[in-house]
């Protein structure tokens, strides 16, 4: 399926509120040299975090202006800071060197047309255009923050603070320490709404998407290919070489390989030869592998595959997906090192669900013992407790009507996770792995129906289930998804695009050089 820009526009608004909280608990920037102790020695970085001063009249210049809203160099340096955390996130910390200025450098990951430094000023610019742009279209329908958002700001800024204290620093030095001069509390909590409300909007925007019949009907027609689920069966002939020479030269390690794969493709083409039925498949999968334990009728056979689970075989997904293809249709398909027989048997619409809405009331362990990974350890004991507790509560339910709204108010009054507690246990949109395995296949049962509900454990403790309604098929649900993110992508783009912009010549980007981390 088409790549949504989702991944990228609304990881944009999000970061700098996912990374605030997080960037403020990094070893900071080096001590300037301003403040270095006599002698000139600064503060190993593996120490207590260093205090860099805030003091520098420039961070409170304008950087540039987007939509007639000033953003100061202190705030520029808050957004690259974000989008380059970011960055390395992304790049499992190998996306930039940063004992090395970003200014000249080169990142295998961006390709040699432009420099670190250059690719993070566009995404700055990027984001801070789609942030101020969204906010104004919040404006304009009347979107505010409410105090729940303002409780998420004052609990994250609590966290600084409290990071802070920790480290033996004032709340606005480590802040600076970590998004440059000039950037305090005022500055972070102020751009943290700012990135909030844009977020709202975006949701709000999203909410307001709808698709008839026909639409979907007409995406899934023009990109069929990516939402099918096939079946087939498939064989595999090895043609890399066995117990290769470490010694041989290169020409004969080439004449090797080609020599296996010929051979690979010789006994392909003889089992393909044999082949007139789906029982002869089964029966020339046999003939040609004899190890113990193979059933060439399970093994073989491969079912409702996804077009992205053949990521690492496109030759075989162009064979499946080809246009006219029918059932019993055979043939030898070559990949990278193999050659593989393979038979089309179907070709269908994914109608499995592709969400439901669910209530849970969850009972926790009460315990603190922790394995290795950080996952509880109750004793039989603890477990025992906490399922009577949960059946108790259950029991409650079931002895009391069995109605939904009387489980509402249930999972209100008892439930331990605080993510639901107030709609009652329910998660209107819960996804296919979105929750822990357990969790999951209670919800995606086949046979699971409306009004269904148990007791389900998990590495938490025990879920009081209720099943509150079934979603759509996935193939509808994923049409949709990405019709809507499409739509509020091209939305942002303009958006983002059509807002007035000035970039003041020669700011003081002096934030990206202190960057440079000691080796």
Known sequence: MKKSLKATILTLILAALMLTAYGCKI?????????????GETDPPTQRPIVVPTENPNYTDVAMIVGGVEITV????????????????????????????LKGQISMWLGEDITVDEYLHGETVNQIKIIVSLCAEAARAGIELDEADKSVTLQTMNSIEASAAQQGLSTNDLIASHYG???????????????????KYYMH?????????ADIEAAYAADADHYDLADFRIFLFDGTVQDPDEDATAEEKTAAAELAMEDAKQRAEAMLAMIGSEADFIEQSNSNNTAAGFDGDVHTLMTGVKPDDLYDAPAVKNYLYEAGRKAGDVSVVKETGVYYVVMFLDRYRDTELYSVAVRHILVNYLTETQDEYGRLQPSEQEVAATLARAQAIYDEWLNGGKTEAAFAKLATENTDDTGSAATGGLYPEVTRNWAVEEFDEWCFDPDRAVGDSGIVETLFGFHIMYMSSLGEPYWVG?????MTYDAADAH????????????????????????????
């Open 181 to 199: 001069y000039g950037c305090d509390m005022d500055v972070l909590i102020a751009n943290y709404e700012r990135s909030q409300l844009a977020s």
């Open 205 to 213: 925007f999203i909410d307001t998407l709808t698709f008839d019949d």
């Open 492 to 519: 942002i783009i303009k958006l983002s695009g059509d807002i007035a912009f000035e970039e003041i010549e020669n700011f003081d980007r002096s934030f990206i050089d202190n960057l440079v981390e000691p080796e």
């Open 478 to 482: 994923a049409i949709k998804e990405e």
């Open 27 to 39: 070893t900071p920037l080096k001590k300037d040299a301003a403040t270095a102790p006599a002698g």
């Open 74 to 101: 202190a705030e520029y340096n808050y957004y690259y800071r974000s989008i380059l955390d970011n960055f390395l996130s992304n790049t499992y910390g190998m996306g930039a060197d940063m004992t090395q200025n």
